[in-house]
């Protein structure tokens, strides 16, 4: 079992490895100020997308915090609403 395990490993390794070997390549294929002026691009792309998805994130957050304060308001406007009411005559 750890003989697979390792072989696994292994693979995943050389896989990686291979993807960086090609990354280098396809930054080595261009000239030095555009392969950084390129890589400079990226980067700030990216993270322009993380702080997008971090304005989500406290959006999100933001309105199940809402969401919660709203419920606890309902919840007590009902309890109030309930405790005015008096209950119905029967008729006898």
């Known amino acids: 079992?750890?003989?697979?395990?390792?072989?696994?490993?292994?693979?995943?390794e050389a896989i990686?490895?291979?993807?960086?070997h090609l990354g280098d390549i396809s930054y080595a294929i261009l000239p030095k100020?555009?392969?950084?002026?390129?890589?400079?691009?990226k980067k700030a792309f990216l993270t322009?997308?993380?702080?997008?998805?971090?304005w989500d994130i406290d959006w999100v957050n933001d309105r199940v915090a809402?969401?919660?304060?709203?419920?606890?308001?309902?919840?007590?406007?009902?309890k109030q609403?309930?405790?005015?009411q008096t209950p119905p005559a029967?008729?006898?």
Request: proline share 0%; net charge negative; charged share 35%.
């Open 16 to 20: 990686c490895d291979r993807l960086r």
């Open 81 to 84: 609403h309930s405790s005015t």
């Open 48 to 54: 322009n997308c993380r702080s997008v998805i971090d």
């Open 1 to 12: 079992m750890e003989e697979a395990r390792e072989s696994v490993h292994c693979a995943a």
């Open 66 to 78: 809402g969401g919660d304060k709203l419920r606890e308001e309902w919840r007590e406007k009902c």
């Open 90 to 92: 029967s008729a006898a």
């Open 33 to 41: 100020d555009v392969a950084h002026a390129l890589g400079d691009l």
